[in-house]
């Protein structure tokens, strides 16, 4: 039903800034909430953070917060996660999500029905 499509990833080193966006399309207008997961091979999908269809609310998890900055641009039917200070733990391939409930940030990955391919963000040190 909707289509996403991340972008923005790259090699990056230690303290480094990088912005992901995630496009969507197939269905303009819908009021889903979107989020960030991230996952390396060995483990599984971990929450980033989510922002509500109006961006009226957000939640991060403990590991990025005051680092991470999602926000949404819904004229444009785009998410973004700015990523500041970046660290080596945070490499991992970065997946964006819709949630059809638009009214709710949810860090559990089975509440979203749409995910993207995913953008590879890797960061040395």
């Known amino acids: 039903q909707v289509q996403l499509v991340e972008s923005g990833g790259g090699l990056v080193h230690a303290g480094d800034s990088l912005r992901l966006s995630c496009a969507a399309s197939?269905?303009?207008?819908?009021?889903?909430?979107m989020g960030w997961f991230r996952q390396v091979p060995a483990k599984e999908r971990e929450f980033v953070a989510a922002?509500?269809?109006?961006?009226?609310?957000?939640l991060y998890a403990d590991s990025v917060k005051g680092r991470f900055t999602i926000s949404r641009d819904n004229t444009k039917n785009t998410v973004y996660l700015q990523m500041n200070s970046l660290k080596p733990e945070d490499t991992a391939v970065y997946y964006c999500?819709?949630?059809?409930?638009?009214?709710?940030?949810?860090?559990?990955?089975?509440?979203?029905?749409?995910w993207g391919q995913g953008t590879q963000v890797t960061v040395s040190s």
């Open positions: 922002i509500t269809s109006s961006s009226g609310s957000t």
């Open positions: 999500a819709a949630d059809p409930w638009g009214g709710r940030t949810s860090s559990r990955s089975y509440t979203y029905n749409s």
């Open positions: 197939g269905r303009t207008g819908s009021n889903y909430a």
